[in-house]
Structure formats: structure tokens, C-alpha cells
């Protein structure tokens, strides 16, 4: 005797919107624009202007980090759902700096000029936030069947 198993039924990419695959490019335009204003001058400036130039190890890290995600995000322009895991790196990493790093100095009172310029490019993931399938998410990434093992 065989049972049949049957799962509830998921949200695919084909059931998503035109609407939200526009909203979710526009959140890749704002991701890749916005790093590629600030973060490649600094990435060409170091890399091919100045190439002898002593770099602090984590700028350098976050630097090329930062490239490399405006690089994706670009992609994400022609792929949108295909890189929605990019846009929950963005909004994962962003929430826990939020909530590690600046939500305890805002409330000890203690928060620098440093850390509110940070956190201040950080309020940016409420427009990624508010791109973001996720209904699709928790279907495709928490309800649906994981890979296999073997």
C-alpha cells in the first residue's frame, strides 16, 4: 500500500506579481546604485590610483564586501528572484547591527557621530524590507522541503 503525501500548496516565483518583481528591482537599483556611489571610488581609488597605499585590514574587508554585493545587486536587476537571498543578507546584517550595535547606545544614551552616520545609511533596509516577497520567503525558504543530504 502507498501513501500519498501532499504538501499545501507554495508560492513559486511564477506566482509573483509583475508589480513586486518591479519593486523588488527597484530595491536592487537602490542597493547597487547607492554602494557603487560610495564604495567603488573608494575600492578604484586604493586599488588602481594609489595601489602602494598602506589599507586598515577591515576597511579593506568591508570594501570589497560592499563591491561585490552592489555587483550582485546589480545582477538582481535581471534576476530578481533568483537573488532574493541578497536581499535578505542586506536586511539580516543590517537589523542585527541595528539591534546589537546601535539600539544599546541609543538607549544608554552614549551614541557617536560615527555610529549614527552608520546607522543612519542603515535605515535603508526599510525600503529592502518593504521590497521583499515574504510570503514567498516563508514558503520557499522555511515551509518547502530542504535539498537533499545523499
Not at 106 to 112: F, K, L, N, T
Request: charged share 15%; net charge positive; with cysteine.
Amino acid at each position: 500500500m502507498s501513501t500519498l503525501i501532499t504538501h499545501p500548496e507554495r508560492t513559486t516565483a511564477a506566482d509573483l506579481p509583475l508589480y513586486r518583481l518591479h519593486l523588488m528591482r527597484a530595491g536592487y537599483l537602490l542597493m547597487g546604485v547607492g554602494l557603487a556611489i560610495v564604495k567603488w571610488p573608494v575600492l578604484i581609488t586604493h586599488a588602481v590610483l594609489q595601489p602602494d597605499s598602506s589599507w586598515p585590514l577591515f576597511e579593506g574587508v568591508v570594501t570589497c564586501i560592499l563591491t561585490a554585493m552592489s555587483l550582485l545587486a546589480f545582477l538582481g536587476l535581471r534576476y530578481p528572484v533568483r537573488l532574493l537571498p541578497i536581499l535578505l543578507f542586506e536586511s539580516a546584517w543590517k537589523l542585527i547591527w541595528l539591534s546589537v550595535v546601535a539600539l544599546p547606545q541609543v538607549v544608554a544614551g552614549e551614541m557617536d557621530s560615527a555610529t549614527q552616520g552608520v546607522a543612519v545609511n542603515c535605515a535603508v533596509v526599510l525600503v529592502i524590507l518593504a521590497v521583499t516577497p515574504w510570503r514567498y520567503v516563508w514558503q520557499q525558504y522555511v515551509r518547502a522541503p530542504g535539498d537533499r543530504w545523499r
